[in-house]
């Protein structure tokens, strides 16, 4: 027994010594040109990759702000079928992205049809951080920041939790990630958000942001948002990090570690309580298949 509490206590403590970062978060979209016109024209983006599968009726694209051997980058997915309909839902919030003229930005959006939901403008009156959000054609939620340039412009998602400290213990715990500020209460706003991410503050990193909202008891998981995955050195020890950690927290492996048969890449995939699904990829194995495309 005492062996085996050594064994667990050993990989909770590699975890927070393992290389990762967030790779890549993959989503649902209705029609990929569109959607890509409105990233790459309002936000900033640049189209990275693209691939047709007309057989098995989709395509997908990958979009970010930098090459994926280094930045975070979103994944889009559009089926052909239009029987596959697209549903946000409401478990998933927003994304984040930083801009350094928040207003223009906006104006742009509006002036091209797009759905402003909140008018730039700090939190609270005297606030320092402007802040503004907007509608995708697809519905999904962005939260646009004013910052100064950083290296992660795409450097937000925020998922709706039921158990905010339980998620905060899952995250840093099984993920590995760090609690960059205390949490915050807005209780005029009637929500609590917690910051979590692989750096030491909020403008070097990607970061997850949990946010228990005050008296919702239920959410549509809908079919859009569909993973995020991250980088680490050894998705074996990964496995069993959060294969103990979700007995204690809930959650589960949802797929064994292993290579993947097609392209060999070593991946495991968990749910966290919640139902949030993240894809832990080999380091090594991600830079090699980036090389083939």
Same mark, same amino acid.
């Given at each position: 027994?005492?062996?085996r ?9 590699? !975890?927070?010594?393992?290389?990762? @970062? ?5 989503i649902?979209?209705?029609?990929l ?9 309002f ?27 280094? =930045? ?5 997915t559009?089926?052909h079928?239009?029987?596959?309909? &697209? ?18 930005t ?18 609270t ?16 939620s ?11 412009p ?11 400290d @339980? ?7 099984a993920?590995g ?8 209460n ?15 503050n *909020?403008?070097?990193?990607t ?5 228990y =909202? ?8 809908? =079919? ?8 680490t ?8 990090? !959060? ?11 949802? @797929? ?14 968990? &749910?966290?309580?919640?139902?949030f699904?993240?894809? *832990? ?13």
């Open positions: 027994m005492e062996a509490t050594a064994l667990h206590e050993d990989v909770l403590e590699w !975890v927070k010594k393992d290389s990762r @970062r967030f790779l890549r978060v993959n649902k979209v209705y029609d040109d569109y959607t890509i016109k409105f990233y790459t024209e936000f900033g983006m640049k189209v990275l990759s693209r691939k047709d599968f007309p057989e098995e009726k989709y395509s997908n694209a990958v979009v970010g702000f930098g090459p994926q051997e280094t =930045n975070f980058v979103l994944g889009l559009s089926h079928n239009a029987m596959d309909k &697209l549903d946000v839902g409401t478990a998933f919030d927003h994304f984040g992205i930083t801009t350094q003229d928040i207003y223009n906006v104006e742009k959006i509006r002036s091209n049809g797009g759905v402003i939901t909140r008018e730039p403008g700090p939190l009156e005297g606030g320092t951080t402007i802040f503004a959000f907007v509608k995708d054609p697809n519905g999904y962005f939260e646009l920041l004013q910052r100064p340039p950083t290296p992660e795409l450097c937000q998602m925020c998922i709706n939790v039921f158990d905010i @339980r998620s905060i213990e899952f995250y840093n715990k993920l990630m760090n609690l960059l500020l205390p949490k915050f807005a209780t005029e706003q009637q929500y609590t958000i917690a910051m979590l991410g692989y750096g030491s *909020l403008t070097e990193t970061i997850i942001e949990l946010k =909202n005050y008296n919702v008891t239920q959410y549509t998981r809908g =079919n859009g948002y569909a993973q995020v995955a991250i980088g050195n050894d998705v074996y020890k990964s496995a069993a990090a !959060v294969e103990l950690v979700t007995k204690e927290l809930g959650g589960k492996i949802i @797929r064994p570690p292993g290579p993947i048969p097609k392209t060999k890449t070593k991946i495991t995939a968990s &749910l966290d309580a919640d139902g699904q993240t894809v *832990l990829v080999d380091n090594q194995d991600y830079l090699k298949e980036l090389k083939k495309q």
